[in-house]
Structures are given as structure tokens and as C-alpha cells.
Nanobody, 125 residues
């Protein structure tokens, strides 16, 4: 079992920045990929970005150049640096962990075994 706890969400004006953190505990050595998903009110959950254990990263097109994912395996932490935030980035952000590498399907939520409780990000215009 792996437990995930997100932190760092909040409210910010458009153009601002936030840094999300995800603390992992439990059987963390079994985790291969970690990812950030988000779900806006009334919309489906979507993959934002993912990172392999070795540091390979993936981003959805709309956040490329604005968001940066990173991971510290020694500290069992994952981070999401979000810059130039837009109102459309407003959502609940979830940390997720996969045991089997999702390979080309990094943004598919069913590839991830463990989820955090989420942290709210609200961007005002």
C-alpha cells in the first residue's frame, strides 16, 4: 500500500504561481510513475503531468512551458511548480502513483493504483 498526501493548493490571481507537493509513504519502492491529475467542477478528471522513477516527464499540451513536475525519490516527494496560472487551471489537483509503468498511457487515470485526497487550486481573473 502507498499513501499520498497533497499540499500547497490555494487561491491566486491569474499570472501567479503555486507549488504543489505530494508526500508518499508506505511501499514507495514499488512506485514507478507518479502523476498529477486535476478535475474541474463538472468536468472529467484529466492528466496534467507525469514523471517516471528515472525522471522522464510528460505534460499535457495546455501546461507545457508553464508547469514543471519533479520528484525526489530519496525523500518520497513529488512536486508541481505552476507558473503563469490561468483561470482555466482552476481545479482539484490529485497526486497519483502507479506500480506498473503506464508507458504511452501516462494520462489514463486507470493506470494509477493510488491517489491522494486532492488539493484545491483556484485562479481568479
Amino acid at each position: 500500500q502507498v499513501q499520498l498526501v497533497e499540499s500547497g493548493g490555494g487561491s491566486v490571481q491569474g499570472g501567479g504561481s503555486l507549488r504543489l507537493s505530494c508526500a508518499a509513504s508506505g511501499n514507495t519502492t514499488a512506485v514507478t510513475y507518479m502523476a498529477w491529475f486535476r478535475q474541474a467542477a463538472g468536468k472529467a478528471r484529466e492528466g496534467v503531468t507525469a514523471i517516471s522513477r528515472g525522471g522522464r516527464t510528460y505534460y499535457r499540451e495546455s501546461v507545457k512551458g508553464r508547469f514543471t513536475i519533479s520528484r525526489d525519490n530519496a525523500k518520497n516527494m513529488m512536486y508541481l511548480e505552476m507558473n503563469s496560472l490561468k483561470p482555466e487551471d482552476t481545479a482539484m489537483y490529485y497526486c497519483a502513483a502507479a506500480i506498473i509503468p503506464p508507458m504511452g498511457f501516462w494520462s489514463a487515470s486507470d493506470k494509477y493504483n493510488y491517489w491522494g485526497q486532492g488539493t484545491q487550486v483556484t485562479v481568479s481573473s
